[in-house]
Structures are given as C-alpha cells and as structure tokens.
T-cell receptor, first 113, second 114 residues
Framework: AQSVTQPDIHITVSEGASLELRCNYSYGATPYLFWYVQSPGQGLQLLLKYFSGDTLVQGIKGFEAEFKRSQSSFNLRKPSVHWSDAAEYFCAVYSGGYQKVTFGTGTKLQVIP | DAGVTQSPTHLIKTRGQQVTLRCSPKSGHDTVSWYQQALGQGPQFIFQYYEEEERQRGNFPDRFSGHQFPNYSSELNVNALLLGDSALYLC?????????????FGSGTQLSVL
C-alpha cells in the first residue's frame, strides 16, 4: 500500500529565508508524487508533480521539489519565502490509473517578518 | 470556466442526523472523488465516482454513501452523524483520460456535528 510521511508538523521561517519541507513516501514502484498547498478554509491547489524524467521539478509560485529514489523522498524547496507562502503543505502519492491519491498529514508553514 | 464548486460552504448538524453535500465538477471532467479532512490531518479518501458508479472506496463505513448524476455532479450523504464526522469535506474532479494525475479541488464543505 502506498503511504506518505511528512515528519514536520509545523515549521517557522523568516521572510526571505530559504525553505525545505520534507516528504518520504512508500511504494514499490515509481509513483506519481505531488505537493499541494492549502490556505485556511480553502481547498488544495497543486504546486507541482513528478512522475518521470528530470528529478528536479519546477512548480508554481517559485517552488521546486527533488525526487530522490534512493531516499524515497520528495522534498519541497523555495529559495526565498514570502509572507504569502504561509499555509499548510501536503505531499501526496498516487500509483496511477483510478487508484486513490494518498496524502500526508501536512506541514503548517508560518512566516515571520 | 468555473472550477469545482461545492455547497453548502458550512453546515451544522446534530448527532444522529443525516447530511447531503453537493459537488459540481470542473467543466470537462467526468470523475468525482470525495475526501474527508479532519482538523490537523491530511485529506482521507472516501470514494470515487465515474459513470454514475462508485469505482473505488476508502476505509469508511456504509454510513457514507454517494451518488453521481448524468451531468457528472455528485452528492455525498452521511447518515447517523457522529461527533467524529466533523470535518472539511473536499470534492475533487478529474478527467478519466488523465486519471487522478490532475485533480482539481473545491473549497470544501465544513461540517460541524454537535
């Protein structure tokens, strides 16, 4: 069964600092991997996804993520955080076809001035 | 082009009651999935509908049921509500051709059970 672990429940960074959110997945083959962002009281917006090809994936809002098969990781990064990036971030895994998308428990990002 | 729309946005019910939540998928989408997101948790898959049939189901009791209409819109019904059913219920739509690779989420229905 596919699963996702986000070890950091809450992260605080200063505006302008770099950011890395961790994600580890469990799945036998190479899955689809996603990062979604959720603002309070809102649905989820897709930031980026990976399935194959270049292991460094660029997304919207200046985010990127790197797939590392040897570590079963798909960490999200941003070089310089803006106050508007404060939100909850979810990593997700999907094995293809009509299989479900499985989400991690999320990392809440707080941005301080 | 409207995205995924859900109604109502907020709902308050008491234990034992029944509730119906509604979802209209993004234009061109034919598949609807429902997720439950409890406070402080990630979304949990409830079920998915395609061609008016439940195609896959997560680990939820039979109190949770759904329906998909010919226009691809969908309803989620929950019977005999429990306090633990309080959550944000998210609808996501997709197109069969792309599977769940491209899910579009609505803003959700916040259900409070008292």
């Amino acid at each position: 069964a596919q699963s996702v672990t986000q070890p950091d429940i809450h992260i605080t960074v200063s505006e302008g600092a770099s950011l890395e959110l961790r994600c580890n997945y469990s799945y036998g083959a190479t899955p689809y991997l996603f990062w979604y962002v959720q603002s309070p009281g809102q649905g989820l917006q897709l930031l980026l996804k990976y399935f194959s090809g270049d292991t460094l994936v660029q997304g919207i809002k200046g985010f990127e993520a790197e797939f590392k098969r040897s570590q079963s990781s798909f960490n999200l990064r941003k070089p310089s955080v803006h106050w508007s990036d404060a939100a909850e971030y979810f990593c997700a895994v999907y094995s293809g076809g009509y299989q479900k998308v499985t989400f991690g428990t999320g990392t809440k990002l707080q941005v301080i001035p | 082009d409207a995205g995924v729309t859900q109604s109502p946005t907020h709902l308050i019910k008491t234990r034992g009651q029944q509730v119906t939540l509604r979802c209209s998928p993004k234009s061109g989408h034919d598949t609807v999935s429902w997720y439950q997101q409890a406070l402080g948790q990630g979304p949990q898959f409830i079920f998915q509908y395609y061609e008016e049939e439940e195609r896959q189901r997560g680990n939820f009791p039979d109190r949770f049921s759904g329906h998909q209409f010919p226009n691809y819109s969908s309803e989620l019904n929950v019977n005999a509500l429990l306090l633990g059913d309080s959550a944000l219920y998210l609808c996501a739509s997709s197109y069969l051709g792309t599977g769940n690779e491209k899910l579009f989420f609505g803003s959700g229905t916040q259900l409070s059970v008292l």
